[in-house]
T-cell receptor, first 111, second 114 residues
């Protein structure tokens, strides 16, 4: 079972560049979310989706965009990368409020 | 606002010891609480999910309890092994509003010494 798959695993960006972090799940889960993990801050919610075509902002949405055109995919776009966006990004999915499953993460460095 | 706290931030024990990790939350209006394990440089692995109506869940050497009224959960690890060394995170899913939102504690870093 693939579960939640994130690509890439590592990425280095220059300030001002844009990129898309990919997330795909094969469990037919309607809920998908993006979190960032920073030392001492824990995991914080960036954006989430409760189904195809429906997205909303989480705790720290500034500088990020999302879309949900299919149940399986939930890409996260960095519009103009900043050093403050250096972090580890995790995608998660769940069947409603049931058990959440996480991807292996994308480690992003913005220089 | 829901806040989740995990104490201690770090714990070191000798192999074979039984241990308890603590998680506390400020708002008892939750759907469920989930415990995760995170190895260095890796993703989060789900260990146990406790529904708000449950008191405990068990999986192998792990037992998680939930006291919603006091805002506390514990993760009991029996007969610890060096392979249990990792960061353990708890997260609550709030009841009402954005129920897809998991609110995390900052974790307990566990080291089990051989």
């Amino acid at each position: 079972n693939a579960g939640v798959t994130q690509t890439p695993k590592f990425q280095v960006l220059k300030t001002g560049q844009s990129m898309t972090l990919q997330c795909a799940q094969d469990m037919n889960h309607e809920y998908m979310s993006w979190y960032r993990q920073d030392p001492g801050m824990g995991l914080r919610l960036i954006h989430y989706s409760v189904g195809a075509g429906i997205t909303d902002q989480g705790e720290v949405p500034n500088g990020y965009n999302v879309s949900r055109s299919t149940t399986e995919d939930f890409p996260l776009r960095l519009l103009s990368a900043a050093p403050s966006q250096t972090s580890v990004y995790f995608c998660a999915s769940s069947a409603g409020v049931a058990e959440a499953f996480f991807g292996q993460g994308t480690r992003l460095t913005v220089v | 606002k829901q806040e989740v706290t995990q104490i201690p931030a770090a714990l070191s024990v000798p192999e074979g010891e039984n241990l308890v990790l603590n998680c506390s939350f400020t708002d008892s209006a939750i759907y469920n609480l989930q415990w995760f394990r995170q190895d260095p440089g890796k993703g989060l692995t789900s260990l146990l999910l406790i529904q708000s109506s449950q008191r405990e869940q068990t999986s192998g050497r792990l037992n998680a309890s939930l006291d919603k009224s006091s805002g506390r959960s514990t993760l009991y690890i029996a007969a610890s092994q060096p392979g249990d060394s990792a960061t353990y995170l708890c997260a609550v899913r709030r009841h009402g509003g954005a129920t897809n939102k998991l609110i995390f504690g900052t974790g307990t870093l566990l080291a089990v010494q051989p």
